[in-house]
T-cell receptor
Framework: KAGVTQTPRYLIKTRGQQVTLSCSPI?????VSWYQQTPGQGLQFLFE???????NKGNFPGRFSGRQFSNSRSEMNVSTLELGDSALYLC??????????????FGPGTRLLVL | AQSVTQLDSQVPVFEEAPVELRCNYS??????LFWYVQYPNQGLQLLLK??????LVKGINGFEAEFNKSQTSFHLRKPSVHISDTAEYFC????????????FGPGTSLSVIP
């Protein structure tokens, strides 16, 4: 099976712009989670989707949003970019049952640089 | 609210020596515990996880961890490290009632010295 894929891998934007990142989970996985990784804050949970519904949300401002499609692919959007949004954004998918504690499989991430 | 502490931000160790990476957590409810590894410029890979049952958990690449409920710890160990173990290691917890909301520790950078 192909792993979790994320596109694009690298992105450069300027302050005030918006950006959309895409994540394709492992075939058959229905849960997709997003994380932000920065040197200062480490890995922080953004949100998690299961069967097109947001089940969990971290402590991020409303500029960060996401959605999941019927094929389980997920997108996250960041509007009005700030310099502090520069980070590695990781997507993870987990097994079809969506039960707590199941293994999450991570993609390689999208590295976003905001200038 | 949950939190995860990894006391050592950097751990240098000689090749073939044993290593222990420490992890402590706090939570008001029962949790699941995980260790992930991140190699440079890559995503995270699960090393092992504790859900229930035996408190000694064996993972990939020769790693193991022991869950200690009274000390709220989940330390990671390997009896003999290799150069290829050089990476960032993250301890993480998720509450048993919180679907896939995983809280990560700050990470420990393991450097294996030849």
């Amino acid at each position: 099976k192909a792993g979790v894929t994320q596109t694009p891998r690298y992105l450069i934007k300027t302050r005030g712009q918006q950006v959309t990142l895409s994540c394709s989970p492992i075939s058959g996985h229905r849960s997709v989670s997003w994380y932000q990784q920065t040197p200062g804050q480490g890995l922080q949970f953004l949100f998690e989707y299961f069967s097109e519904t947001q089940r969990n949300k971290g402590n991020f401002p409303g500029r960060f949003s996401g959605r999941q499609f019927s094929n389980s692919r997920s997108e996250m959007n960041v509007s009005t970019l700030e310099l502090g949004d520069s980070a590695l954004y990781l997507c993870a998918s987990s097994l079809p049952s969506g039960e707590v504690g199941e293994t999450q499989y991570f993609g390689p991430g999208t590295r976003l640089l905001v200038l | 609210a949950q939190s995860v502490t990894q006391l050592d931000s950097q751990v240098p160790v000689f090749e073939e020596a044993p290593v222990e990476l420490r992890c402590n957590y706090s939570s008001s409810v029962s949790v699941y515990l995980f260790w992930y590894v991140q190699y440079p410029n890559q995503g995270l890979q699960l090393l092992l996880k504790y859900l229930s049952g035996s408190t000694l958990v064996k993972g990939i690449n020769g790693f193991e961890a022991e869950f200690n409920k009274s000390q709220t710890s989940f330390h990671l160990r390997k009896p003999s490290v290799h150069i290829s173990d050089t990476a960032e290691y993250f301890c993480a917890v998720s509450e048993k009632t919180s679907y896939d909301k995983v809280i990560f520790g700050p990470g420990t950078s393991l450097s294996v010295i030849p």
